[in-house]
């Protein structure tokens, strides 16, 4: 099955509204990266985090990497019509970093 | 956009055929990656590759084999296509792996492909 469990499934936000989509893994994560899929696209890759407790941003994204390194979570703020899409963590395994996996995925609407 | 080119976009086929979906890039990445989306479970891992003619599976195997005889070619194939092989397949393409640098995934445009 999938390493990594990703929720909630679907987040409905009213535009200028917060909200976070969180990743979790019963195993201790090599890295998590984060991407981004616009309905009818493609996955494109957001950041990627590799340190114990990290915390990244860009511009209204915040990204945070566990202590444990086994969760991680992505805040959005001030919700823009622009954010609607489908967000993927993804993580390698320590026990084997080539094998890319992802979550199901947060799929975000926002209403304006 | 990362040089990726999957072909083809769009198939239709019928049970029991064998199906062949390309993957090419020109970027001269090493790692290549083929996965299935379908709603509610996201992106799974079908197969991957860490070189030419090395390839593992992924979580979701069953039903399908992968080749690569050149670094920017990835072949995957459905041996005998069945209808819960309905899906979008992406391909994507990593410079290294692990933590470094380059270990983020590019993708491709994706082939649906619709097995009646």
């Known amino acids: 099955g999938q390493q990594v469990m990703q929720i909630p499934q679907y987040q409905h936000v009213q535009e200028g509204e917060d909200f976070t989509t969180y990743c979790n893994s019963s195993?201790?994560?090599?890295?998590i990266q984060w991407y981004k899929q616009r309905p009818g696209g493609h996955p494109v890759f957001l950041i990627q985090l590799v340190k114990s407790g990290e915390v990244k941003k860009q511009k209204r994204l915040t990204f945070q990497f566990g202590e444990a390194k086994k969760n991680s979570s992505l805040h959005i703020t001030a919700t823009q019509t622009t954010d609607v899409g489908t967000y993927f963590c993804?993580?390698?395994?320590?026990?084997?970093?080539?094998?890319?996996?992802f979550g199901a995925g947060t799929t975000v609407t926002v209403r304006a | 956009d990362a040089g990726i080119t999957q072909s083809p976009r769009h198939k239709v086929t019928e049970t029991g055929t064998p199906v062949t979906l390309r993957c090419h890039q020109t970027?001269?990445?090493?790692?290549m990656y083929w996965y299935r989306q379908d709603p509610g479970h996201g992106l799974r891992l079908i197969h991957y590759?860490?070189?030419?003619?090395?390839?593992d599976k992924g979580e979701v195997s069953d039903g399908y084999s992968v080749s690569r005889s050149k670094t920017e070619d990835f072949l995957l194939t459905l041996e005998s296509a069945t209808s819960s092989q309905t899906s979008v397949y992406f391909c994507?393409?990593?410079?290294?792996?692990?933590?470094?640098?380059?270990?983020?995934?590019?993708f491709g445009q994706g082939t649906r492909l619709t097995v009646v």
């Open positions: 195993t201790t994560l090599s890295n």
């Open positions: 590759s860490y070189g030419v003619k090395d390839t």
């Open positions: 970027e001269n990445h090493r790692y």
């Open positions: 993804a993580a390698r395994e320590r026990s084997n970093d080539y094998k890319l996996s």
């Open positions: 994507a393409i990593s410079e290294s792996y692990g933590t470094g640098f380059g270990a983020e995934a590019f």
